[in-house]
Each structure stands twice: as structure tokens, then as C-alpha cells.
């Protein structure tokens, strides 16, 4: 049950055999050369679209970068960023010690920011004062977004039909190209491409503020004193103190890992204002989106500004890690950066894998996948959920229906003991202090919970993983 990945028993494999045999049949020899550093063009289009429909995306096939994971993107990102002279980032003071070592070998500084129920507060950013992430050339990074006109409307993915509605939006686009433009059925957070900026942040903070609401009190997290809008209203900004001062953030905004909470709409917000007030550059790591349970998910915070947001996407969570597929959508300004250190460093990412993934998306297969997918976890969730009202009711699941881990908050002082428990039932959990940044400071560290991945145990073992989870709770 340790968190990271999905049912690797679930995998579709008939569907993904199928769909790699077409994509070998149909692939040009030209596709078995060393190809775009940026990826197949193939599957950057079907992302595109997709990424559109289900997550609300900004996103141009040329602007997308094919990455083997969200560990191989963040590696390029670190070392552009350190060559545009950022030497410090911002990240959440809960999170993977991996991708801050990533970020660090990149020769970057990581500075954790406070967390509570609303989510990581933006609001230190200010505090530590500006450093662009432009670059000393001073590359303009507010491009615009081109020959964005052909994404299509979002049509969110969640019920029976998500892919004929895809497929069905596709065809309306085509005939009337006005359809595609007012997007975002289904995904909260963003409307649609030509949309004036404020309307879509107002449409976002509304959609977005709903879905705190599903969080409040659930996070596990200490309550707030002060109100969001206060903690991260600050004007100005700029004046460092003496303190390094941040380039980029490195966020998980829809599902904040591990903790499972939202970013707040104020922060969602802010942490957006900040970016363009500093040049600053925000890193979405959108790891687990597509999986909400109670809700449409919101959409990504790449949506609010296409020119201040790297948004990465994997298939780690979706379909399996060992594909090692990602993608980044790149604000065009620093699109060609990223490529050329991609194309100089390394040529990861396998074409016919690329290929495959392209034919699942185009032929509804990874749409069928994910709802099954839905559906399962979901019901593992409320399972855990039930268990733990039955058979431990000191502890308690915390954070929102999504994703596939949940934070379970134990009694103060009982993590390790419990931790240990689980070891001797030859159970894997992790305790939440080891997510927790070195620098991190109070409140959020006197918290003792579990980090339980009830995604990741093969159907036939889930009973007997839960038996065990709840043996060992107090
Ligand atoms: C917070 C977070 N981000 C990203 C990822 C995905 O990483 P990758 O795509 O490199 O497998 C994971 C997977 O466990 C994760 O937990």
C-alpha cells in the first residue's frame, strides 16, 4: 500500500496490445528514426486535444514536450531554469524527496511553503522577493499563445459516453468551428480558449471554491486563524529581506501530494499573480487529475495562464509507471530552451510506446480505461473509508475523493509505532513525516498520519490490505 502506484494488475493489456499493432501497422518509416526531441507529433496532438477536453489544458501540439515521467521533465525544466539564472525555488513543505533532489543536482535551492486546509499558501513567495525566470537575455515569456483556435471544447470525462462525447465534440468542432472555442463542459476551472482571461479566472475561483468546500475540515491539516484571501493578498511584493530570491514553484494544485487538499481559489489565484508580477514561472504537476470521485475535477491551473505555468502530465498514475510517458506544455517562450536541452542531453522516450499511447487516446481506449479505472478506486476509497468508521474510528481519512492515496490521521505520537506495525505484517505504508520537507516549519509537522496507496494492491489482495491497514490502527 505504498503510495506512487496505480493496480499494475489492471493494466489493459488486450486493449494496448491492440492498439500497438495498429500504431506499428500505420507508423511511416520515418517514425523508427531519431525523430522531434519534442516527441512524436502524433501523440502530441492526441494530448492536445486531450488535455483540452479532460483537464482544460492551453495546449498547442508544438508547445508539448514528450518526457519519459514527471522525473525526466523536471530534470529539464531544473537545468533551463538554472541556465536562465534561477538558483532558487519555491516547493511545498509535503511532498516526494526525489523531486526535490532533482531540482537540488540541478543546482537549485528548495524552499518549502506552508501548508494548511487551503492548500499550499503562496503567500511567502512575496517574502522571499523576484528573480524572473526569463533568463538575463531578457526573453520575453508573455508570448502568445499561437494557432490555439483548433483546441476543442472540454467535455469532461466523467459518466457513460465520455468518449463518443470526445469523438462527438471532434466532429462539431469540424463543422462549426466556433464549438471547440467555448470548451470546458465538464472541467471546472476552465471555459475555453478564446475566453477573456478574467471571465475564466472568475469561472475558475467559482468552480474551484466549490470544490474547497468539499475539502473543508478534512484535511487533516491544523485550522487557520487568518482567512486565505488575507494570507495571500500581499501587494507588491519584491523586497526579499536578505532572503534568496524565487524563480519558480513547484506545485500540486488540483490534489496537493500527499495531502490530499485542493489549492484554494484565492491561492490559485495569487500563486497566478505572482508569477506575472515577478516573472516567475509555476511548475503544475498535474500527477493524479483525472481521478476525482465526487466531482468533476477542476481544471488544471495551467488554464488560468499558459505563459506563467509549465503544466507536466504523466501516465504513471493512469496507466502504469514503467511506460515512463510524460509530457510538459511549455509556455511558448521557453518551448524552444526545453528542446534544445532535451535534444542535447538525451533522446529517451521510445517512438513506438509514443505511437501506442497516441492510438489509445484517438480511439477512446485510454477514455474506457480511466472510467473503469474511476470506478475501482472509488470504491476502494469508500471501502477504506467504511473500514476505518468500523474498525478504527480514532483515525480518519482526510483530504479530498481523489487521486489514489489518502492520509490517514492518527492519534498524536502513534505514527512510528504504527508504521512498524505495518512493517511486521509485511503491509507497506508510509508514515507522513517522510514526506516532509527538512525545512518545512510548524504547524503542519506535529501531524502523525499514514500514507495509505489503496490504488496500488492487485483486486485479489485489496480485502486482505485492508484487513491488515485496519489490524494495525489504533
Ligand atoms: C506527486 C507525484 N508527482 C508525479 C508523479 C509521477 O512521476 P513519474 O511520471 O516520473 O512516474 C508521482 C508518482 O508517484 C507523484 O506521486
Redesign the pocket.
Known amino acids: 500500500m505504498h ?3 496505480p493496480d499494475l494488475s489492471s493494466f489493459p493489456r488486450a486493449e494496448w496490445l491492440k492498439a500497438s499493432r495498429r500504431a506499428l501497422a500505420a507508423a511511416p518509416n520515418e517514425a523508427l528514426g531519431y525523430g522531434d526531441p519534442r516527441g512524436r507529433h502524433e501523440l502530441r496532438s492526441a494530448l492536445a486535444d486531450y488535455l483540452a477536453r479532460a483537464r482544460g489544458v492551453h495546449a498547442h501540439p508544438d508547445r508539448i514536450v514528450i518526457c519519459a ?4 521533465g523536471l530534470m529539464l525544466l531544473g537545468d533551463v531554469l538554472r541556465r536562465r539564472g534561477v538558483h532558487d525555488i519555491a516547493v511545498e513543505s509535503y ?2 524527496d526525489i ?1 526535490w533532489n532533482i531540482l537540488t543536482r540541478a543546482g537549485l535551492h528548495t524552499h518549502p511553503l506552508p501548508l494548511d486546509e487551503l492548500g499550499t499558501n503562496p503567500g511567502e513567495l512575496d517574502a522571499w522577493g523576484a528573480r524572473g525566470a526569463r533568463g538575463a537575455d531578457g526573453v520575453d515569456g508573455v508570448d502568445r499563445v499561437e494557432g490555439i483556435d483548433g483546441v476543442d471544447g472540454a467535455h469532461g470525462m466523467d459518466g457513460a459516453g465520455g468518449a463518443d462525447r470526445a469523438r462527438g465534440a471532434r466532429g462539431a468542432h469540424a463543422a462549426n468551428s466556433t464549438h471547440g472555442v467555448h470548451g470546458a463542459q465538464g472541467v471546472h476551472g476552465n471555459q475555453g480558449v478564446h475566453g477573456a482571461r478574467a471571465g475564466r479566472e472568475g469561472r475558475a475561483s467559482r468552480a474551484v471554491r466549490e470544490d474547497q468546500a468539499g475539502a473543508a475540515g478534512t484535511t487533516g491539516l491544523p485550522g487557520r486563524a487568518e482567512r486565505a484571501d488575507k494570507a495571500v493578498g500581499a501587494e507588491g511584493g519584491g523586497s526579499s529581506g536578505g532572503r534568496a530570491a524565487v524563480g519558480a514553484a513547484l506545485l ?1 494544485p488540483a490534489h496537493q ?1 500527499p495531502m490530499g487538499v485542493p489549492l484554494h481559489p484565492d491561492r490559485r489565484a495569487a500563486v497566478v499573480d505572482w508569477a506575472r508580477r515577478t516573472d516567475g514561472l509555476i511548475l503544475e ?1 498535474d ?2 487529475g483525472e481521478f476525482r470521485y465526487d466531482r468533476q475535477p477542476v481544471g488544471a491551473l495551467q488554464g488560468l495562464d499558459p505563459d506563467r505555468v509549465v503544466y ?1 502530465g ?4 493512469s496507466l502504469a ?1 514503467g511506460l ?1 510517458l ?1 509530457w510538459m506544455v511549455l509556455p511558448s517562450a521557453l518551448t524552444q530552451e526545453v528542446v534544445e536541452a532535451k535534444g542535447s542531453m538525451d533522446w529517451s522516450c521510445g517512438a513506438l510506446d509514443q505511437l501506442t499511447l497516441a492510438e489509445f487516446l484517438n480511439s477512446g481506449a485510454y477514455d474506457r480505461h480511466l472510467r473503469s479505472a474511476r470506478l475501482r478506486y472509488r470504491r476502494r476509497r469508500d471501502q477504506l473509508v467504511a473500514a476505518l468508521a468500523a474498525r478504527a474510528p480514532s483515525v480518519r481519512a482526510t483530504g479530498i475523493a481523489a487521486g489514489l492515496h489518502a492520509v490517514l490521521q492518527l492519534p498524536p505520537g502513534t505514527e512510528q509505532s504504527v508504521v512498524s506495525a505495518a512493517a511486521w505484517q509485511r503491509l507497506g505504508v508510509a508514515g507522513l513525516s517522510s514526506f516532509r520537507h527538512e525545512l518545512a516549519a510548524d504547524p503542519a509537522a506535529s501531524i502523525d498520519a499514514l500514507v495509505v496507496g489503496y490504488g496500488t494492491p492487485p483486486d485479489h489482495a485489496w480485502t486482505g490490505a485492508l484487513d491488515a491497514l485496519c489490524r494495525v490502527l489504533p
Do not use: E, I, M, N
Open positions: 503510495p506512487g502506484a515521467g514527471f522525473v525526466h511532498g516526494l523531486h500540486t501530494f504537476d500527477y493524479d507536466f504523466t501516465a504513471s498514475k509507471p515512463r510524460g
